[in-house]
């Protein structure tokens, strides 16, 4: 599996396929073909259960599915059945945000808007902290597990760094997000000179919306964009909507391009990325 493949998405890729090879049949008649019951081809076809490649092939056999395909498709499932790093920390972030970091994980390109902080996949250690302060003086976590998911949020950054290739991310910041103080003077310099370093990646685009801009959307959103795999079907765009305590997911053509709408609206009104990224400097410099 290559290094940037997520679990998740994989899974999403084999239960497409698996609906589309499908077609006009009933799943009725399938079922009983191959001795199993409707239950079980609607798991397959939603992506909520595991993938035994015995059980795949004989869904292909009976779809007479040619190779090299056939294997490529196996090959997919495979894959979809392993672990994602992320669900070593299953103890302290929800099922929810274990899907949306499975998503980021293997996504070709990401829109993002957020309005009350600095995006996570672009936070230092010492900001992701103590942006929970707040959250913690609310929800009793305990300290671990707290530590737990800043060791998470920083994790998530690799998609930008370490993949090949790395996420195109491209983000549009709220100015007020650059004003508000978190965790005093020195913690706040060292996150905006980080995100003015940033700036300057080859796949990060960054914009910052101006306070003068009037009232932008009250919900941070993430739109995920999928590149083809060998073997399946196109993946549509996933959008994110971020919550206090959990990520709902969005899908369907049409909502996915309302958001794209709504992103390319937002970074018509932002400051150009140079602009931006001297407006950050401006601010770190008064610190």
């Known amino acids: 599996m290559a290094t940037y493949a997520s679990p998740t998405v994989r899974r999403r890729r084999i ?5 589309r090879l499908r077609g006009d049949r009933r799943a009725a008649t399938v079922a009983k073909a191959l001795g199993w019951s ?15 490649p015995d059980e795949v092939a004989k869904l292909l056999d009976y779809y007479e599915v040619p190779e090299p395909r056939r294997g490529k498709l196996i090959a997919l499932a495979e894959d979809a059945n392993k672990r994602g790093w992320w669900e070593e920390f299953a103890d302290a972030i929800s099922r929810e945000y274990g899907e949306y970091i499975g998503l980021e994980a293997e996504a070709e ?18 900001y992701a902290r103590e942006s929970n302060a707040f ?3 609310v929800v ?7 530590e737990r998911r ?21 983000v549009v910041i709220d100015e007020s997000a650059l004003l508000r103080p978190v965790g005093g003077p020195a913690v706040m310099q060292a996150q905006l000179r980080h995100l003015a370093v940033a700036a300057e990646w080859p796949n ?9 801009s009037g009232s932008p959307p009250p919900a941070p959103f993430q739109v995920f964009g999928f590149s083809a795999v060998d073997g399946a079907s196109q993946l549509g765009d996933v959008v994110s909507i971020e919550g206090l305590t959990n990520h709902l997911l969005v899908e369907g053509e049409t909502d996915s391009y ?17 602009e931006s990224r001297q407006l950050i400097l401006q601010l770190a410099k008064r610190l």
């Open 109 to 126: 390109t990401s829109v993002s808007w957020t309005i009350t902080v600095i995006p996570g996949l672009l936070q230092t250690e010492d």
């Open 38 to 52: 409707m239950a079980k081809i609607s798991r397959y076809e939603l992506g909520r259960t595991g993938y035994p």
């Open 15 to 19: 239960a497409a396929e698996l609906s």
């Open 135 to 137: 959250f913690k003086s």
């Open 140 to 146: 009793t976590v305990p300290p671990a597990v707290m």
């Open 204 to 212: 990060v685009r960054l914009q910052v919306l101006p306070l003068s």
């Open 150 to 170: 800043v060791a998470v949020r920083i994790k998530r950054q690799q998609v930008l760094t370490d993949r090949n290739p790395p996420l195109d991310l491209s």
């Open 258 to 274: 309302l958001y794209r709408l709504l992103f390319q609206g937002l970074a018509e009104k932002s400051l150009s990325p140079e």
